[in-house]
């Protein structure tokens, strides 16, 4: 559904318009016959189209966050152990569908009971706003929603045996062994899930959960493998080939990137603290759906004219990792986003 709902921000297939992108070349005879750009054939704009569907995505995706915020009384007693209140308690709005959901589930592990978090309602809201927010072409990852998800399911079977749901020791259990199982099919990778697992999500991990969650997670990479959602009959989006070795002198390169991605990282961290202090302390936040969408416009609106932003993230990160081709027959258009590759490796020709 994400490939489906990010193709007709770019075009629809002749054929069937139920077909992605991907699914409509491959149907093709040639290259892409059946795949017909909003620009190229109709009088409205192709650019128009893109920032248009993409902000209608988010919109979506912000709308169904909001109205399924949940209800939460804060008691402001016993602010001091020596000074008695009197003040009455405030009620706060909890977005639960909204981030990533790992320090909410990590909390949860931890023995806080947050109710509604891993609920059916969020659960629906989780999934179709990954699939909205992934779609709108906005550089946003489905890994750490896919956590919650699992972990939402994780919970709500639990209520199938009472042994599990009457049990907060074991319903955490099995919310570790689901967290693990997110992970392995978000990157595909059974064992990275229960490393993730053990090391950043649980707090009480003994080995009969680790054996679970590595059932789990090797359940749900076979599950992916069978449903072959790519089409390329594998676990992952894209698959890395080198035929040649790296040289030793492009060390020095990797150990330029490594500390610069270091900083750059940092440096988002910190940015992304202080415009969360400027959304609580002035009027944007009480205007969360409006700040997505002017937020979403201006990214779809610069990331147009640069092909290697206007593809989706896991389209560009597929084309960074594959190995360049000896010989090129045709030099590709800057304006060709069905050849990112191409352009990737021209350029880095060039340099």
Request: proline residues 3%; glycine residues 10%.
């Amino acid at each position: 559904w994400t490939e489906l709902f990010a193709g007709w921000k770019e075009g629809y297939c002749r054929v069937d318009w139920r077909l992605s992108q991907t699914a409509c070349c491959r149907e093709s005879a040639i290259e892409c016959e059946h795949w017909a750009q909003w620009g190229s054939a109709h009088a409205i704009s192709g650019k128009a189209v893109f920032v248009a569907m993409g902000s209608l995505y988010t919109v979506i995706a912000a709308i169904l966050v909001v109205r399924s915020a949940t209800r939460i009384t804060v008691s402001n007693h016993g602010v001091s152990s020596s000074v008695e209140t009197n003040v009455s308690p405030t009620v706060k709005m909890a977005y639960y569908g909204a981030g990533s959901g790992i320090p909410e589930v990590k909390s949860i592990l931890a023995g806080f009971v947050v109710h509604g978090f891993l609920g059916v309602r969020i659960l629906i809201v989780k999934t179709l706003g990954l699939i909205m927010c992934c779609a709108s072409g906005i550089m946003a990852g489905k890994e750490g929603p896919m956590v919650q998800i699992a972990s939402s399911l994780g919970n709500i079977s639990t209520r199938i045996f009472d042994k599990y749901y009457k049990n907060e020791a074991k319903k955490r259990e099995i919310i570790s062994a689901a967290a693990a199982a997110g992970v392995s099919v978000a990157f595909g990778a059974p064992i990275g899930g229960v490393l993730f697992s053990l090391e950043e999500v649980s707090y009480f991990f003994p080995n009969k959960t680790m054996l679970r969650s590595l059932a789990c997670a090797l359940v749900a990479a076979l599950v992916l493998k069978a449903y072959d959602p790519f089409g390329t009959g594998k676990l992952v989006l894209f698959q890395t080939t080198y035929d040649m070795d790296y040289h030793w002198f492009e060390m020095v390169a990797f150990v330029v990137i490594g500390v610069f991605g270091g900083l750059y990282g940092a440096m988002f961290c910190r940015l992304n603290m202080a415009v969360n202090r400027i959304r609580k302390n002035t009027r944007i936040g009480r205007y969360p759906i409006l700040e997505v969408s002017i937020i979403t416009a201006l990214t779809l609106v610069v990331s147009y004219s640069n092909p290697f932003t206007r593809v989706g993230l896991g389209e560009l990160v597929g084309s960074l990792f594959q190995e360049c081709k000896t010989s090129n027959d045709r030099i590709p258009h800057i304006n060709d986003e069905n050849s990112v590759e191409e352009l990737l490796c021209v350029t880095g020709n060039e340099l």
